[in-house]
């Protein structure tokens, strides 16, 4: 297998966690799309009403465009975690959008290389 990172463990999901908030948070769209795959699929009712399509973003370059637009709209987004669940192959992010107030919960599935592939979010409201 190489230098594949499957099965996760929880260390792994910690600092992934961890990073991937920072970046978030820090509002840095380079760092966060390093989390991301070329070709990640992503789901979500946000893209939906952001993008008026389908409600899912193809591939890093539409990825970078939709993530832009909603710092763009809340540009004082932050996130607060409560949890970090993993499984073999997923992780699983559960948090505060603060400018919402609202819990969200996103299913991500990591390649080997530990880059997200496909992301499925869930929202309270």
Do not use: C
């Not at 409600?55 to 993530?67: D, S």
């Amino acid at each position: 297998m190489g230098d594949t990172l499957l099965p996760l463990n929880v260390s792994f999901a910690r600092e992934f966690a961890q990073d991937w908030l920072g970046a978030w948070n820090n509002h840095d769209l380079e760092r966060i799309l390093t989390h991301y795959e070329d070709e990640v699929v992503l789901t979500s009712p946000v893209a939906r009403k952001l993008l008026n399509g389908d409600g899912t973003v193809r591939g890093k370059a539409a990825l970078r465009e939709y993530f832009r637009r909603g710092m763009q709209a809340y540009p004082d987004l932050r996130f607060d975690l409560i949890d970090t669940l993993w499984g073999e192959e997923t992780i699983i992010l559960y948090y505060i959008n603060n400018f919402r107030g609202s819990k969200t919960a996103e299913v991500m599935l990591l390649s080997s290389a530990g880059k997200i592939s496909r992301v499925w979010a869930h929202y309270d409201r």
